[in-house]
């Protein structure tokens, strides 16, 4: 995903406090991620389950970093209901990825949870995280971290995706660098110790690329910018309270919602984050943590 840089966010907390809300962030993830894990079952609403994770998050002291998504099948990520949504669970492969900031200091991890019988998809996204982490420390390259998620995902017949990638956590900045490959590269990024990474391997049965769909529900403000609609320039004066991170239109209240919407996005102020799905119609699974790096390997968070 392209990185951004936002605006308004506010002064850096110190490297140990900034550490420490890190950490916060996690331990309130990994509570709501345990308690919404049952939830995903058919017949279930893919919003209430949304609405649960986003509001445990706050109910907790904390934050969504980015709209909770809810990818299933052939979808890898970027689907989080619309307003009013009414899609149900079935016997799908589902992907919860989920985010939390503690003063813009962020959490991010996903699972899946699988009712499609497909045993090999999750244990390969699964073992090439541990994989992965199981490399890193400080002075490792990230090329070395993706050639571990590719052999281990490979060891199960399946492929990873390609240009899907793991990625630095800042300030406010729910991607940054480095990027973290899913497949083995000719070059890649030294890791430092205090680096925070979120480390997602995707497996599939499918072409091992996404492209985007034709749906988008989750946008970021990236530039503002002088808008001539009223509803646009009360929207745009409503989204910066995200500081740049990523909202979901459902999110969002108030009159002529998607007529704003367009003019930012024709004004560049915005970001579009399509739902992405499998080239080759393949099913998709992935696993996520977020990891602190330390001289001798890392420190999982989430």
Request: glycine share 10%; hydrophobic share 40%; aromatic share 6%.
């Amino acid at each position: 995903m392209a990185r951004f840089q936002t605006v308004g966010k506010g002064p850096e907390a110190d490297p140990k406090e900034k550490l420490e809300k890190h950490r916060r962030a996690g331990r309130i993830l990994r509570e709501v991620r345990e308690e919404a894990r049952g939830l995903i079952q058919p017949g279930r609403s893919l919003l209430e389950v949304a609405d649960f994770v986003e509001g445990r998050i706050r109910e907790k002291g904390a934050q969504p970093a980015f709209p909770c998504n809810i990818s299933r099948n052939t979808e890898a990520a970027h689907y989080t209901p619309a307003p009013g949504d009414t899609l149900l669970f079935g016997n799908d492969i589902v992907k919860l990825d989920m985010g939390v900031h503690v003063d813009g200091y962020i959490a991010d991890a996903a699972i899946t949870v699988d009712h499609s019988d497909h045993p090999e998809l999750v244990q390969a996204a699964e073992k090439a995280l541990q994989a992965a982490i199981g490399v890193i420390h400080a002075g490792v390259s990230t090329a070395e971290v993706g050639a571990a998620i590719q052999g281990t995902i490979e060891e199960f017949g399946v492929k990873p995706v390609a240009n899907l990638t793991g990625h630095g956590l800042g300030h406010y900045t729910q991607h940054d660098e480095p990027a973290i490959p899913n497949r083995r590269v000719t070059a890649g990024t030294l890791l430092k110790a205090g680096d925070t990474i979120a480390i997602e391997p995707f497996a599939t049965n499918g072409a091992g690329r996404v492209k985007d769909g034709p749906v988008t529900e989750i946008y970021m403000l990236t530039d503002p910018r002088p808008v001539r609609l009223p509803s646009a320039r009360s929207l745009q004066a409503d989204i910066q309270r995200y500081k740049g991170l990523p909202f979901a239109r459902r999110w969002l209240k108030g009159e002529r919602i998607e007529m704003g919407l367009r003019q930012l996005e024709v004004a560049g102020a915005l970001y579009r984050y399509p739902v992405l799905v499998e080239a080759g119609g393949g099913l998709v699974a992935q696993f996520e943590h977020s990891v602190i790096v330390t001289e001798n390997g890392c420190e999982v968070f989430t």
